[in-house]
T-cell receptor, first 111, second 114 residues
Framework: DAEITQSPRHKITETGRQVTLACHQTWNHNNMFWYRQDLGHGLRLIHYSYGVQDTNKGEVSDGYSVSRSNTEDLPLTLESAASSQTSVYFC??????????FGPGTRLTVL | DQQVKQNSPSLSVQEGRISILNCDYTNSMFDYFLWYKKYPAEGPTFLISISSIKDKNEDGRFTVFLNKSAKHLSLHIVPSQPGDSAVYFCAASSRRSGGFKTIFGAGTRLFVKA
């Protein structure tokens, strides 16, 4: 069955370190998204991609970057982790304008 | 500025009764609306959607109503079951703009008491 996976599921890191969160989907979807979920804010869009070599900034993109070298993967990199980036991160994919399929999430703690 | 607002952080309902979750939006360009359900430690899952050309969409126990003039939509769950206890996110997108971005509300936590 097609799926979308995220790794690691839990990560603890220190302020200033570079961190990369992986997202892999086997739906063969062109669209992929990264969100962060924080209490009182719901899901906020960090970056998104509509296809290979395409990346776009979302509403909370500062301090984050993504790259899309193939259809299946959209890794999210925190260049220099900050305590404000402690959050739960969700990756999602979709085809066209249909609903999005979400991964299980990565809980990131920055100490 | 939140374009999609869910003003009730939580809602408690008795099993068998109706649950009504509300959502307001401000951007008149939104033309497609979705509800997602999220259990703890899992990703959100799609529940039901509605296009702006409709005012109602039904799927089993779930019905979404859209009032475009009021920029308001609601999700009705009848009858409510304990397994419906979860966080519900309202979301909106603009298909007319040609993009596939979706804006999410802050979520409403539903408790269904047995």
């Amino acid at each position: 069955d097609a799926e979308i996976t995220q790794s690691p599921r839990h990560k603890i890191t220190e302020t200033g370190r570079q961190v990369t969160l992986a997202c892999h989907q086997t739906w063969n979807h062109n669209n992929m998204f990264w969100y962060r979920q924080d209490l009182g804010h719901g899901l906020r869009l960090i970056h998104y991609s509509y296809g290979v070599q395409d990346t776009n900034k979302g509403e909370v993109s500062d301090g984050y970057s993504v790259s899309r070298s193939n259809t299946e993967d959209l890794p999210l990199t925190l260049e220099s982790a900050a305590s404000s980036q402690t959050s739960v991160y969700f990756c999602a994919s979709s085809e066209g304008d249909s609903e999005q399929f979400f991964g299980p999430g990565t809980r990131l703690t920055v100490l | 500025d939140q374009q999609v607002k869910q003003n009730s952080p939580s809602l408690s309902v008795q099993e068998g009764r109706i649950s009504i979750l509300n959502c307001d939006y401000t951007n008149s360009m939104f033309d497609y609306f979705l509800w997602y359900k999220k259990y703890p430690a899992e990703g959100p899952t799609f529940l039901i959607s509605i296009s702006s050309i409709k005012d109602k969409n039904e799927d089993g126990r779930f019905t979404v109503f859209l009032n475009k003039s009021a920029k308001h939509l609601s999700l009705h769950i009848v009858p409510s079951q304990p397994g419906d206890s979860a966080v519900y996110f309202c979301a909106a997108s603009s298909r007319r703009s040609g993009g596939f971005k979706t804006i999410f509300g802050a979520g409403t936590r539903l408790f269904v008491k047995a």
